[in-house]
């Protein structure tokens, strides 16, 4: 039976990652994973990050060479931030203007939810007076209009 030894290479600097069941780089992160009598030669790259993102060779010392190229794209989690201070004291009959920045999205989000108390807003509500504007891009930033806060809610944590 004829074996083949199978290498994993990272192309952006064309690094030689492993080459049959060894590892060839200091970072610890990266492992083969490869049962005997199996065709399955698996890169393991633990904790991924962003910078991990690019185009792995996978290549198998036939000849001539057989290669398949990966391309890895590993997304940083979406982070949402509501702008100001996380107290806010206002007036019976204010209105009330909150903005949340997104950043770090693969995709700018569809939409922003709003809660208070725990509980989704009800933009179409009787009371009326709620009004969402959401700006999409690489950075999407989401504005929460209300008019005429109410005495419940006049002295809040930014719980939205």
Partial sequence: ???????WIRQRDLHILTVGRYTYTTDQRYQVIHSQGSKDWILKIK???????????????TKPVKTYVVYLNVYTAARAEIIGSPDM???????????????????????????YNNEALEYNSPRGG?????????????YLLIQDIGESMRSTESSF
């Fill in 1 to 7: 039976m004829i074996y083949y030894i199978v290498s």
């Fill in 47 to 61: 904790y991924a990050q962003a910078r991990d993102s690019g185009n792995y060779e996978c290549q198998v010392s």
């Fill in 130 to 142: 709620i009004t969402l504007l959401t700006e999409r891009g690489k950075t999407t930033t989401g």
């Fill in 89 to 115: 004291h206002l007036d019976v009959g204010s209105t009330i203007n909150l903005t949340c920045i997104v950043t770090h999205s693969s995709q700018p989000p569809d939409y922003i939810e709003w809660f």
